[in-house]
């Protein structure tokens, strides 16, 4: 295991995954659910969300203009700069400027969202990456289980202080850390945005796909807190569950890392079955109880699912012709164009059908597991 710690980019891609997701856990993790809970209705977050993917869609090609010309860390710093905003915003509950707001969202997801698979395309090993990716998970859970408890005493105890310390802090260190692997991607462009749009509608690619289908993934796991805090109707049993249930994903996550590197497909196959199963759940459970242990099981697999699922869509970047910051940012946009199409529809049903929208969510969910297994068993075999 030496080559994942003396290694000195896979040291500080580890800090910079630790302090950027202590920084933004403190919003992601209950995000939907402080909406909610500062009188935001179910389909006007759905809204906001759909509308700050389908405008961080159109402006992802920023990433490529702005790494090219000043390096990948002016990304992080814009985007950190911005999200530090956005956490501000979302925890003091001032929701006058929605415009604002979605600006702020889709501004920071644009500029840094392609930083993760660009990076580590380039500096992690193809043997390492399944073992990588659940080190940068266990290393994730830590970070998530500490935002966590903070944001549960911060809202229990009305003191919001420390919150936005920490956010600056470690939105800084996170900045400080991409730095030092910071590079100037090489790309023969005139037009970032054009370029981007073209290899989006033209060009068949497994990977386009997968990420087009992540949507679903991203949607079930942003709104199955809110699913869970409505159920439960108790914000200090809510804070409980999801931090239990953030604990104790360490081990599974570790397992199947080293599952990944020796048989990507077995993995994928075995993952997704579970995957399948838990998400049915949550189509029929009706007790407390029952939605918050399968929560648990959810989150559980949710990361391990992460692992296996990252590790080939960064294979098949390897594997595909083309920069990586630019296969990512179009990777991004795919996501992102899918992503305000279904949060727009998701709203409608909402505007209607309230709560009963969440297991429509569920069931696409269900879909994008079937087919994300089914494309990179393809790909496999290849």
Known sequence: MKEYFYTKEYLYLYLLNFCYTIANSFVSIFGTVMLYKNGMHIYMILLVY?????????????????????????????????????????????YSNLVLLVIVMSLSGALSNPIGDTIVSKYVLREHRGKYNSIVNIIKILAETFASII????????????????IIVFFALDCLFTYFISYKP???????FKDSLRYIINTKSIFKTIYSLRTFHIIERLFLPLYVYIAIADFK???????????IQVIPVFITGIITDRNVKKANNIISILKLMITSIFLVAKSKVTISLN??????????????????????????????????????????????????????????IGVEVFKIIFVLSIFATITICFKINRFEKN
């Open 50 to 94: 759909g509308l700050r993917f389908g405008l961080m869609g159109l402006l992802s090609p920023l990433f490529i203009t702005v790494s090219r010309k000043y390096g990948i860390v002016s990304c992080s710093i814009l985007a950190n700069i911005l999200r530090i905003t956005t956490s501000y915003i979302v925890l003091s509950g001032n």
């Open 151 to 166: 944001v549960a005493w911060s809202v229990l105890t009305e003191n919001d202080n420390p919150i936005y310390i920490m």
């Open 186 to 192: 090489q790309m023969e462009s005139s037009s970032a």
């Open 237 to 247: 049993l809510f804070s409980i569950v999801v931090i239990v249930s953030i604990i």
């Open 295 to 352: 929560k648990t099981l959810n989150d559980n697999l949710a990361k391990v699912y992460e692992t296996t699922v990252q590790t080939s869509i960064q294979n098949i970047m390897v594997q595909t012709d083309g920069d990586n910051a630019f296969l990512s940012t179009v990777g991004q946009m795919a996501l992102c164009f899918t992503e305000i199409i279904t949060f727009t529809l998701l709203s409608v049903l909402a505007r209607f």
